[in-house]
Nanobody, 113 residues
Framework: EVQLVESGGGLVQPGGSLRLSCATS????????MSWVRQAPGKGLDWVSAISWDGGSTYYAESMKGRFTISRDNAKNTLYLQMNNLKSEDTAVYYCNSNYNYWGQGIQVTVSS
């Protein structure tokens, strides 16, 4: 059974930081290109970041560059997203997914004072 389980979300003040994790099982994680995608309230899906199978290449949406860092630990089958200098517009449900079209259930990130 394929599982992707996000954790690390919550409520944070503007300018704060959070680190999301996505623990996976049931597929060959170290072959997969992994991504983070988010959905703000009342809006569609918004691609955030992606990372190659070996972590050697990373990609970010323009508004996340310099603030977010994607990484992975293939030994732990886990994907991460370090989010710094968070803004209210980063409020969304964050999903991890793989290029095999496997998705996590999502986790809420709320940036508010």
């Amino acid at each position: 059974e394929v599982q992707l389980v996000e954790s690390g979300g919550g409520l944070v003040q503007p300018g704060g930081s959070l680190r999301l994790s996505c623990a996976t099982s049931g597929f060959t994680f170290d072959d997969a290109v992994m991504s983070w995608v988010r959905q703000a309230p009342g809006k569609g899906l918004d691609w955030v970041s992606a990372i190659s199978w070996d972590g050697g290449s990373t990609y970010y949406a323009e508004s996340m560059k310099g603030r977010f860092t994607i990484s992975r630990d293939n030994a732990k089958n886990t994907l991460y997203l370090q989010m710094n200098n968070l803004k209210s517009e980063d409020t969304a449900v964050y999903y991890c997914n793989s290029n095999y079209n496997y998705w996590g259930q999502g986790i809420q990130v709320t940036v508010s004072s």
